[in-house]
């Protein structure tokens, strides 16, 4: 029967998803008063059967003139979510995963229509139930609250100040009933002893996760500015200023084991699965950060020619500790404009509309630490489930130390800036080219902590040099300008170089460098490096030999020190994650009512690591079945490797992910004078993600994060239909 079984997971699992979206706004006013006013709902399925969100959304602006030289605005922004998506708590629950890896000579449901069931860990499974029996849902509720004001003094002389408030409530809720597999699969697992005889300790009801998130921020900004010209040639431009910023984020986590969704969501508590567990049911954490800032700016132009400018600020922020060398970071930059039109030779040449050179020296700093607000300070965390000290019969959970950094402080980057803005044919054809350096200093990089020298053998630290070298440039033109017709095209290209100049405090020949991200299939095997010499997030692998025929030789790999043998010392960093260049391309072409536009994206010489590629070519042993006992779907690109074993660390699976992207077409008519004068239609049809075109092997070329391409989830095509009404 099972050569006769073949079963589409995708026709289950997946479906061509539908989203509708409604908003409206209304906006008026006098001459002292306007407001705005807008509000939106959407429904968006996702392409994931059961997986979808719905969003609310409001919107009111309010600007007042109390007096002829004083303004008052407030503006009131809140959003609701409410999002269903599935329970998962291993990488196979997730529905892609599943329809991807899956046999197909496994039947989704049997002769009699109900659930056909497969065994994991010796327990029953079958994925539409389990899709079915658990779920997760997440909601939030933001507001975003703005005051600002605006006090002309004097004509020149300006003062402003801005109060800005945001709320984040979030909940997420993780439910498996009884009869789920998740709940099956962990009675059977979590048991005491009894002599020989094993006693079960999860008696009853099922799973609940929750996890609330509260977050909120403040910021309150005062400025001052002052604008004289004198003399019709001089132009002063002058401002002070100072910002507060503050943040808290409280979460609580709340599990529930006996929870019974299906008998009037009640809780039949599971004392000695919780005791056995070890762990605390429920916890809080608390994170608060603040910052101070302080700004000037002063500029001088002279015969709008000529333009100096100096930028200055210092932020604290107590992310860094109360050193006030490390706790404050000042920042500053100088430039300069020169506006060469206006000069006698150039202003008699008709066809050059604009030409102005910019040079710039600057100074930023860089405080997002991605470990946690005080990594600064002692800290202490629970030890994982099962790590456990016993006093007699009872077990506890440990507390253990973290490793910190008392002297952390900001990354710091030195940019050297030079720019040309020009314009031809009556600005026809406008353009900017910039070329730059940056020099980052103080790298916030976790590296190998020297055994007995703090709490861990991985310490966040400022250690390191980044040097990025670039040239950016824009181009706009207006090909067509007529009384039917209008084109506009903009096209942008960047190229940016990045190396790593240092990565320890003292130079050593013997440090490999900082090596990260595990992979999907080789517990234990990281695939990245950052290293001197080469460029930040480089591939961490063995150089792949092949055959005459161009195919890849199992386990035959260069020979690096020439030692006659292949291991940890013969790795090298290869490629890197991060483009050479960037592109894009846009048009917005109309033909009286008629609209229609594009926007295209290319990315040149960024790799990725097909991860999806290298767990699942090889055909030994148990590379062959799943968790199942039945044998994995293999990718048909296994007929050109033919490996035996996993050659996860193979140079091989490093792919060129270059590609050029279709972000989105429009075509859209307007009817003018709809009802009457005041009133107009636009009827609209949106592609998204019409199209690609790569060398890449897997999936999509456009990999999130540090390059790794292990089991993304499918970028959809995306179809539109949209009416804009204005009355």
């Given amino acids: 029967e099972l050569e006769t079984v073949n079963t589409d997971w995708f026709k289950y699992l997946f479906r061509n998803a539908i989203t509708h979206r409604h908003s409206l706004s209304i906006s008026g006013g006098n001459e002292k008063t306007t407001f705005y006013v807008s509000g939106s709902y959407m429904d968006e399925q996702h392409t994931a059967k059961e997986v979808g969100q719905q969003v609310y959304t409001g919107l009111v602006k309010v600007n007042t003139y109390l007096r002829e030289n004083i303004r008052l605005g407030a503006s009131l922004n809140a959003s609701m979510r409410d999002n269903k998506s599935f329970f998962a708590v291993d990488s196979w629950e997730n529905p892609y995963e599943w329809a991807i890896y899956t046999t197909r000579a496994q039947k989704a449901y049997d002769e009699n229509g109900d659930y056909n069931y497969m065994y ?112 019709d040639i001089h132009r002063i431009d002058i401002m002070i200023g100072a910002e507060i910023r503050t943040s808290k984020r409280e979460e609580l986590k709340n599990t529930v084991y006996g929870y019974t969704h299906e008998r009037g969501h009640q809780m039949v508590p599971q004392w000695d699965l919780i005791k056995h567990v070890g762990t605390p049911y429920w916890n809080e954490n608390l994170d608060r950060t603040a910052a101070v800032s302080y700004f000037g700016a002063l500029g001088y132009t002279l015969m709008n020619r000529y333009t100096i400018s100096v930028n200055a600020r210092t932020d604290g922020s107590n992310r860094f500790g109360i050193k006030t060398n490390d706790l404050f970071q000042p920042l500053w930059s100088v430039g300069f404009n020169y506006q060469m039109k206006e000069e006698n030779f150039l202003k008699g040449v008709d066809w050059l509309s604009d030409l102005k050179l910019r040079l710039g020296y600057g100074i930023t700093g860089q405080q997002n630490l991605n470990n946690g607000d005080y990594p600064y300070m002692a800290r202490y965390m629970y030890s994982k489930a099962g790590a456990n000290y016993y006093f007699g019969n009872n077990k506890y959970s440990l507390i253990a130390p973290q490793a910190y950094d008392e002297n952390l402080k900001w990354e710091e980057t030195t940019t050297y800036n030079i720019g040309l803005d020009f314009g031809v044919l009556n600005n026809k054809l406008t353009g900017t080219l910039d070329l730059y350096y940056r020099k980052t200093d103080d790298l916030l990089n976790t590296v190998t902590a020297p055994a007995g020298t703090n709490f861990s053998n991985q310490l966040l630290t400022n250690v390191g040099t980044l040097e990025n070298k670039g040239i950016e440039l824009t181009l706009t033109a207006h090909p067509i300008t007529t009384k039917d017709w209008d084109w506009t095209l903009s096209y942008n290209i960047s190229y940016n170089k990045n190396e790593i100049t240092k990565l320890t405090f003292n130079d050593d020949p013997a440090y490999k460098g900082v090596i990260h991200t595990g992979i999907d299939g080789a517990t234990g095997y990281n695939i990245m490096i950052n290293a001197v010499d080469h460029p930040y997030n480089s591939f961490y692998v063995w150089e792949q030999l092949y055959d005459k025929a161009g195919n890849p030789i199992e386990g035959a790999y260069v020979d690096q020190n020439g030692d006659n043998k292949i291991d940890e010392e013969d790795l090298v960093a290869y490629k890197k994650s991060a483009p050479d260049v960037f592109m894009g391309l846009t048009s917005q072409l109309s033909y009286k009512n008629w609209d229609l536009s594009f926007a295209l994206r290319a990315s040149i010489g960024n790799y990725a690591y097909n991860n999806v590629q290298s767990n699942r070519e090889a055909w030994d042993g148990s590379q062959m079945y799943d968790q199942t006992g039945f044998l994995k779907n293999r990718l048909t690109s296994a007929w050109k490797t033919n490996f035996k074993t996993g050659q996860y660390r193979s140079s091989y699976y490093v792919q060129n992910a270059s590609f050029v992207r279709m972000d989105n077409i429009s075509l859209g008519y307007t009817f003018n004078k709809l009802f009457n004068d005041k009133q107009s239609a636009r009827v609209y049809v949106t592609v998204q993600n019409p199209f690609v075109i790569t060398k890449y092997d897997g999936l999509d070329p456009e990999i999130s994060g540090s390059g790794v391409d292990n089991n993304i989830y499918p970028r959809p095509r995306v179809f539109m239909l949209g009416l804009n009404l204005n009355f």
């Fill in 120 to 231: 994991y860990n010796g327990v029953k499974y079958n994925f539409l139930e389990n899709r079915d029996k658990g779920w997760r849902n997440s909601k939030n509720f933001g507001v975003t609250v703005n005051l600002d004001f605006e006090w002309r003094l004097f004509p020149d002389l300006i003062f402003t100040s801005l109060f800005s408030f945001n709320k984040q409530n979030t909940r997420d809720t993780d439910v498996a009933t009884s009869d789920s597999y998740f709940v099956r699969q962990r009675k059977e697992n979590v048991y005491q002893l009894d002599g020989y005889y094993p006693v079960y300790i999860w008696k009853d009801g099922g799973y609940r996760g929750d996890n609330d998130v509260n977050a909120s921020s403040i910021t309150f900004r005062n400025q001052l500015s002052y604008m004289p010209m004198i003399k």
